[in-house]
């Protein structure tokens, strides 16, 4: 809980200072556009989240959001496919990918550091194998399907501003995530395994079955996230589509108050956390004129922001 | 030569010494005994420099000194020689023996020179191997002998043992006796931490009793007597300790026939325990006692034989299937396979019962919250709420929880793995109560324990186990320190 509110009161902070620096901040447009945003990464970083809370690490998210975002219209517009039969490739996709990891790293007891390491180099080697390294895209076609991530709800009342879609999905995994979580048997079992996997084990948790959940669900949100991502951009190359999700992923569900030994997180920061990392990125754009630095201010950023942490967990320890 | 006077630490949940002092002489043996959970190896760790004490002094050669860190401790020629070695296994005896105080020729370690000093370490105590022989290719007692020469190469003058006999061959412990005393005959101080009574008897000069963190009692070489060391340790007597009350056996519970577990897959054990009945299971470290019971629970499955739980069959793949069929474990190592230190009592208790108590994969609130509170009550677990959470309850209490887990599941076989270990005396006698209880109720009760005194206290029986083989069950009235020990070495038969 503490958690959540030091990382809300950073990201008002970043708000208020991008917002006193940039006019542009707070336009309709721009908030709409970082809502929607915040919203296609949040889905992935929950994804990961799961991974994270065992104790775990999934790698593979951003090539998995490059399978599925170049795959699927690959499919729909270079090979025709119906959209229900590439959507559902799609799933099965993730969802096996996800069952691979989790069999390599529960069975064979490969660390899954290496296992995902090898699954991003995998899944974009593949993608860009066989769209031959070309942009694909919907061009002007499939608009039906494209309001999935471009959609807007409006909002009763109030004009100049409505909802991105992306934030419907990004509400409806989050309390399926967080109720799974908090409330349900396997949630719990979860939450044990991550904590200490022998005891969950010694209490007849089956913890080889409960770490493959984990890294199905990784995948398949991040497979999700790929298509919301395409959806919404409208075309993507193979060769740097979802590069560095992954690590936008992990840094949102760290900062969102996830240990990386496992055993703790909640949903709600991973989102705020999702959402430090989209304004950082917005206040980038907006403020300085070198986007060049990105990486070095979200670095320092997230750095500083965990050290804090750490220097305030020490002191309330010795309190 | 080495003083302490009033040290006194405490850890969250548990005072492991309150003003505790010794004195030790030069070339002297300096016994010091106690149960678990007596501050023996909290002292230990002080002297060594590995904790620093909450209050209290220590002297060195009648010098007032602070032991903040090993290095400090080392400095002033005290050494620790660990229970569990520290030795690296892929680095050979010579390397293990200049770790961290490498000698360095033009900027690289200079090899000849070690392998020559280590050579004149081995051969100080008699140890022929060669110094660039990896460790992970020596015996137990011989890596013992690296320490102890690694020791020595910094010139110390107090040498710590802690347990060191534990997992060592009758053979190898004889040698390092010969060891300790040429030590003592060159001046170097011992401290010799043990719970093998016989040897305290057989090498200390002077033995120093230590009980509830307090000491208890000091004995000199001539008084130095078995059963005044037990009386002194346990504070009183014996029999009023353990009040066992036998039942009268109920119908078979736990059937084991020809089981073979994976460490010692040539020996096949078999037994019976009655419902009502409290069996102990003795052994020296290393006889296959944990992976007996390993094996009954599906941790590591058996390889062969067969378990029948309450008539029936079923040899347990997991503890998943285990549980199913009617058995429960608390294990040997309560922080890291018992408990989940960072969850609070009420999820700790409730986590084996969770799925039975769940409506449609939920889980029901209510039904836990009622759960941990029964078991609060009925094991007395002393906590401010069943949301406290586990890691700030004294060792007694986080084996309470465990229990309270198991009984949530009112289990049929009850197996234990040193129920005991590490918790204070006061909550020992509740847990032992609590087996009591358990019996009346017709659970079968199997538990493994090193505490001799534990077993013959508490047991209807005893199945005495040494390198994975059931040498011997004495019944009750055959129990005897004597019978047990000499199933427990092997050193002669009974039939």
């Given amino acids: 809980m503490r958690k959540i509110l030091g990382i809300s009161a950073l990201l008002l902070v970043v708000c208020v200072v991008t917002a006193a620096l940039s006019n542009s901040f707070l336009s309709a447009y721009n908030l709409e556009n970082l809502i929607r945003r915040t919203a296609l990464f949040g889905i992935i970083s929950i994804g990961v989240a799961f991974v994270i809370v065992t104790g775990g690490i999934d790698l593979s998210v951003g090539s998995v959001v490059c399978l599925v975002g170049c795959g699927v219209p690959w499919l729909l517009t270079t090979h025709g496919w119906p959209v229900p039969l590439a959507l559902m490739m799609a799933v099965v996709a993730s969802v096996g990918i996800g069952l691979f990891h989790g069999l390599l790293i529960t069975r064979l007891r490969l660390p899954p550091f290496v296992v995902t390491l090898c699954g991003l180099l995998l899944y974009r080697g593949i993608t860009r194998g066989f769209t031959r390294d070309q942009t694909v895209g919907f061009g002007a076609e499939f608009k039906g399907l494209r309001l999935l991530s471009t959609g807007e709800i409006p909002i009763p009342f109030v004009s100049g501003f409505s909802i991105p879609a992306p934030w419907i999905f990004l509400l409806g995994v989050a309390i399926a995530a967080g109720v799974f979580l908090n409330r349900t048997v396997y949630g719990r079992h979860l939450l044990a395994l991550g904590s200490n996997e022998q005891a969950a084990r010694f209490s007849g948790i089956n913890t080889g079955r409960m770490t493959m959940l984990a890294y199905v669900i990784s995948s398949s949100l991040a497979g999700l996230g790929g298509l919301l991502f395409v959806l919404d951009v409208n075309s993507a190359q193979p060769v740097d589509f979802g590069n560095f999700y992954e690590l936008y992923a992990i840094a949102a569900a760290v900062l969102g108050g996830c240990s990386l030994r496992g055993g703790e997180g909640t949903i709600v920061g991973v989102i705020v956390g999702a959402a430090l990392m989209q304004v950082l990125r917005n206040m980038i754009t907006l403020v300085t004129t070198h986007n060049n630095i990105e990486f070095a201010i979200i670095g320092a950023v997230i750095l500083s922001g965990v050290v804090a942490d750490e220097l305030v967990r020490r002191r309330l320890r010795r309190a | ?495």
């Fill in chain 2, 1 to 495: 030569m080495l003083q302490a006077i009033g040290l006194t630490k405490s850890y969250p949940g548990v005072q492991a010494l309150k003003g505790v002092g010794l004195t030790l002489q030069r070339g002297e043996v300096l016994a010091v005994i106690g149960e678990n959970g007596a501050g023996k190896s909290t002292l230990m760790k002080i002297l060594a420099g590995v904790q620093t004490p909450d209050t209290g002094s220590i002297e060195v050669d009648g010098r007032l000194v602070e032991l903040p860190s090993v290095v400090e401790a080392q400095g002033l020629g005290i050494a620790l020689i660990h229970q569990e070695l520290n030795l690296a296994d892929n680095l050979d005896v010579a390397a293990n023996i200049f770790l961290g105080r490498e000698r360095v020729l033009n900027g690289l370690i200079d090899t000849r020179r070690h392998l020559a000093e280590a050579k004149v370490h081995l051969d100080s105590i008699g140890l022929d191997v060669d110094p660039a022989t990896p460790v992970g290719l020596l015996s137990l007692g011989q890596q013992q002998l690296v320490e102890i020469a690694k020791a020595l190469s910094v010139d110390a003058r107090v040498l710590i043992f802690d347990e060191p006999t534990s997992s060592l061959s009758s053979g190898e412990a004889a040698n390092l006796f010969r060891v300790i005393r040429e030590l003592r005959s060159r001046g170097v101080g011992i401290v010799y931490i043990s719970h093998r009574l016989g040897e305290v008897k057989e090498l200390a000069d002077r033995v120093v009793v230590l009980r509830d963190g307090e000491n208890a009692g000091e004995l000199q070489r001539s008084e130095i007597e078995h059963g005044v060391m037990v009386r002194m340790m346990v504070g009183r007597d014996l029999s009023q300790f353990y009040a066992h009350v036998p039942q009268s056996p109920g119908p078979v519970r736990l059937e084991v026939e020809g089981l073979r577990t994976a460490a010692h897959p040539e020996h096949a054990v078999s037994f019976r325990v009655h419902a009502g009945e409290i069996v102990g299971v003795a052994g020296l470290v290393g006889a296959g006692r944990t992976e007996m019971l390993e094996a009954l629970f599906g941790v590591t499955p058996a390889v062969g034989g067969s378990v029948r739980v309450g008539g029936v069959a079923s040899r347990p793949a997991s503890p998943e299937e285990a549980i199913a069929a009617g058995l429960a474990l608390v294990p040997e190592d309560r922080k890291r396979q018992g408990v989940i230190l960072q969850m609070a009592v009420r999820e700790n208790v409730s986590l084996a019962a969770l799925r039975r108590d769940s409506r449609r994969g939920f889980v029901d609130r209510a039904r836990e919250e009622g759960l941990a509170a029964a078991m609060i009550s009925k094991l007395g677990i002393k906590t401010p709420s069943d949301r406290q959470v586990v890691q700030f309850l004294s060792g007694g209490n986080q084996q309470k929880v465990v229990l309270g887990k198991w009984l949530a599941l009112k289990p049929q076989v009850l197996l234990l793995d040193e129920p005991t270990r590490g918790i204070d005396v006061g909550a020992k006698h509740e847990i032992y109560r609590l087996m009591e209880e358990l019996a009346k109720e017709g659970v079968a009760i199997l538990f493994a324990s090193s505490e001799l005194e534990e077993i013959l206290g508490l047991a209807d029986r005893v199945l005495v186990m040494h390198e994975g083989r059931i040498t011997g069950e004495l019944s009750r009235e055959a129990m005897t320190e004597e019978a047990v020990l000499h199933l427990a070495t092997d050193t002669l038969k009974v039939d």
